[in-house]
């Protein structure tokens, strides 16, 4: 089991300059454990692409059945306050904290595209390249 940050989720479902690292993530380990605040990142980023014209509205809508379909049994709960003072510790958005919190607290590993955060917390987090190498 690994934590994933949202940029994978979304290459995952949407063709991307990072969709083939992803893919790749998946194939190693499909099995993510995901913040209930992927929902609401992933639907504001489908809606993005539609206001902007790069995917009508009943496509997205497509693919939002499919990642709620695929991580809907992931989603764990948060301990709040313990994500706002790792926020704090390390100076990193509260979006990453949650992901990190989960992690943490089950002992796994975060996997994400972000090096800065990598090299931050590098007893947490792997960067997808180097863990699909791994």
Known sequence: MIVVDIKLIVYLHLQG???????????????WSLPSLWRHEFLNILST??????????????????????????????????????AHAFQIDTYD??????????????VTEDAKLEQTIPQWVTNAETY???
């Open 49 to 86: 692409f539609v206001k902007e014209g790069g995917m009508p509205l009943p496509h997205a809508g497509r693919i939002w059945d499919q990642a709620i379909g695929r991580f809907v049994h992931s989603e764990q709960t948060i301990h709040y306050k313990r994500a706002l003072a790792l």
């Open 17 to 31: 300059d990072g969709t083939s690292l992803a893919q790749s993530v998946y194939r190693k380990n499909p099995n």
């Open 132 to 134: 699909i190498k791994q």
């Open 97 to 110: 904290a949650q992901a990190l919190e989960l992690a943490e607290r089950l002992n796994i590993t975060f």
